[in-house]
């Protein structure tokens, strides 16, 4: 009995458990209450902002001692994890909807097409024609995009990455390689699953 007991003890924590970044909802917050987001990992650190009883698909950078990292503005918060169901449908391979640098400027967003835009240049879309994961690492994939003569290749990682610009938290990162008749570029940045 204490072994199945165990059993299904590692079961439930195996199916609880999430690889971040991830997208997560509010659960068990009151119709009528809020769950508050505060600037530390503590019941008594200040409140920076709150989420609804409804609010869907948060991005949870990292977890820690029961608390889980977000971006709430252009800042990141702490909410208590107790409070958060994954959301149901998630990126494939933790795919971000967005990237972006800084120095110089960039973007990519990605769905249908991959509309990459280097700040003061038009938007160039490529047609996605491949990604997946590394072989030897699932905290690495790839996508691949092109456009006639230009490909860009998008290595996304899963670690913790900053912009530089924000006190905002992300937890992939990007090298994106850029190819065109012009030559060839480098790009590194952070990305966000929506």
């Known amino acids: 009995m204490i072994r199945v007991l165990f059993a299904l003890l590692l079961l439930t924590t195996a199916a609880q458990a999430q690889e971040l970044p991830a997208l997560y909802d509010v659960y068990d917050v009151a119709s009528d209450d809020v769950l508050n987001v505060r600037a530390e990992r503590s019941g008594s650190s200040d409140i920076i902002g709150a989420l609804t009883p409804d609010a869907k698909n948060i991005e949870v950078v990292r977890s820690q001692d029961g608390w889980a990292l977000i971006n709430f ?42 509309v990459f835009e280097l700040m003061g240049e038009a938007p160039t879309s490529f047609a996605p024609v491949g990604g997946g994961t590394a072989s030897s690492w699932s905290g690495k994939s790839y996508a691949l995009g092109a456009n006639g003569s230009s490909q860009l290749t998008a290595i996304i990682t899963r670690e913790s990455c900053n912009d530089g610009m924000s006190d905002r938290q992300f937890g992939l990162s990007t090298d994106i390689v850029l190819q065109t008749a012009t030559g060839t570029a480098l790009y590194s940045g952070c990305c966000a699953l929506r």
Not at 84 to 110: D, I, M, R, V
């Open 73 to 114: 503005g252009e800042q990141a918060g702490w909410v208590w994890m107790r409070y958060l169901a994954a959301a149901s449908e998630q990126p494939a391979h933790g795919y971000p909807a967005q990237c972006f640098g800084t120095e110089p400027f960039w973007s990519l967003k990605n769905g249908s097409e991959m």
